[in-house]
């Protein structure tokens, strides 16, 4: 799996041509090679899923998050329909979920080759891909809070199969390890793994531990964002309807949106608790943003 190097020039460019953000957390590129992260949808459809965690010294917002790979293939681009991205709680040092299990991320997203919020920067094999958390979700991105490891996922989603030779496929490059070790889990039998089940780097023979990744976004929470401690949401996961409360302010509005950022559920509501019927909704994961007095907060729900 070895690569075509990108520019120095290029590659600052590619990550730094938005509006500069402080970086929160990064892991570099370090050496040329890299491990299959994508999704196939050609029959079966099933994907293999690298992992990596991150840890950040204050609560923050992030709100971007760019990652870097390559194809040996020159037909990359034929065949690239668009990227998933998943944030996931840990679990004994690795992740709490899998991609191909729909309620177990705390942050999760499949998007298309031109949506709002993924953009694709590629030069020869390389391919960068940027993630605007903000934009994706509808919401003011993801807080994460202090001393907590996360893991983050990023895979292409491609028209082809992810086999053990091919080409025309997507390489998240190695990095550096930092923290613990680097994972990956497959579905659909794919590389003779168990399906389901997180694999360590080091288990599988690999000569890295770790994958690249730049974290932006801010540690000023201040006023705009949710730090309403007194918010809550019951049940989750919801059957028809869903109850929300805030003691210390009347909420606002509440929005609701799909796992694709599309709005399915807007109400106003100017009152400390409300009842809010989801019973419309289809069977799935949402996210949903309160608002109070100028604060907002975002939960994931589930309606089953």
Do not use: C
Not at 37 to 62: C, K, R, V, Y
Not at 177 to 188: E, F, K, N
Not at 230 to 251: E, M, Q, R, T, W
Not at 265 to 276: E, F, H, R, T
């Amino acid at each position: 799996m070895k690569k075509t190097l990108l520019s120095a020039a290029f590659i600052f460019a590619a990550i730094f041509a938005a509006e500069a953000q402080t970086i929160l957390y990064e892991q570099t590129v370090s050496g040329t090679n890299g491990i299959v992260s994508g999704f196939q949808t050609i029959e079966p459809n099933a994907g293999a899923w690298s992992a990596d965690d991150f840890t950040l010294s204050e609560t923050s917002l992030i709100t971007n998050i760019t990652v870097e790979g390559f194809s040996n293939s020159a037909t990359f681009d034929d065949i690239f329909q668009g990227a998933q991205i998943y944030i996931f709680a840990d679990n004994q040092n690795k992740p709490s979920g899998t991609p191909d299990a729909a309620d177990s991320w705390l942050f999760g997203y499949v998007v298309t080759a031109d949506a709002s919020g993924f953009t694709k920067v590629s030069d020869g094999n390389s391919h960068i891909f940027t993630f605007d958390l903000a934009a994706l979700s509808g919401t003011d991105g993801f807080v994460a809070q202090a001393g907590t490891k996360y893991w983050l996922s990023v895979a292409a989603v491609v028209n082809t199969g992810l086999t053990v030779t091919g080409s025309a496929r997507w390489n998240w490059y190695q990095a550096a390890p930092q923290g613990s070790d680097a994972h990956i889990a497959t579905s659909g039998g794919l590389f003779g793994l168990t399906a389901g089940q997180w694999s360590a780097f080091p288990s599988l023979g690999l000569t890295f531990n770790g994958v690249n990744m730049l974290i932006e976004g801010t540690t000023d929470l201040s006023t705009d964002l949710l730090h309403m401690d007194s918010f809550k949401l019951y049940p989750n996961p919801a059957n028809d309807v869903i109850n929300v409360s805030n003691a210390a302010d009347a909420i606002e509005k509440v929005i609701i949106t799909d796992m694709n950022g599309r709005v399915v559920k807007s109400v106003v509501l100017g009152v400390n608790d409300a009842q809010i019927n989801i019973s419309e909704l289809s069977k799935g994961v949402y996210f949903l943003q309160a608002t109070s007095n100028g604060a907002s907060v975002t939960e994931k729900i589930v309606k089953k």
